[in-house]
């Protein structure tokens, strides 16, 4: 099994900068890419930023320039580190792990973004 744990969320002001990790546990020795999505409420579940085992990132266009996805091989852990943010960031954002043997992937909890003066 496996266990995605995020931190980090929490109240902003438009602006301000908040980082994101996600901690991967169980059984994981065959990580592969890791990313973040993220949900605003009535609306579907989108890429945020993504990186392969590689190091190659995307990120969303919306996302561009503000925010930054770094990973930690050897702790497991991807980040999401968001600068310079806007209230149309506030969302759901979910860690997302996927494997390169089985194919299988696996989502976090979820933590909450508000993006709010």
């Known amino acids: 099994q496996v266990q995605l744990v995020e931190s980090g969320g929490g109240l902003v002001q438009p602006g301000g900068s908040l980082r994101l990790s996600c901690a991967a546990s169980?059984?994981?020795?065959?990580?592969?890419?890791m990313g973040w999505y993220r949900q605003a409420t009535g609306n579907q579940r989108d890429l945020v930023a993504r990186?392969?085992?590689?190091?190659?990132?995307k990120y969303a266009d919306s996302v561009k320039g503000r925010f930054t996805i770094s990973r930690d091989n050897a702790k497991n852990t991807v980040y999401l580190q968001m600068n310079s943010l806007k209230p149309e960031d506030t969302a759901v954002y979910y860690c997302?792990?996927?494997?390169?043997?089985?194919?299988?992937?696996?989502w976090g909890q979820g933590t909450q973004v508000t993006v709010s003066s």
């Open positions: 990186i392969a085992a590689i190091g190659s990132k």
């Open positions: 997302n792990v996927d494997f390169w043997d089985t194919g299988d992937d696996y």
């Open positions: 169980g059984s994981i020795s065959s990580i592969n890419g």
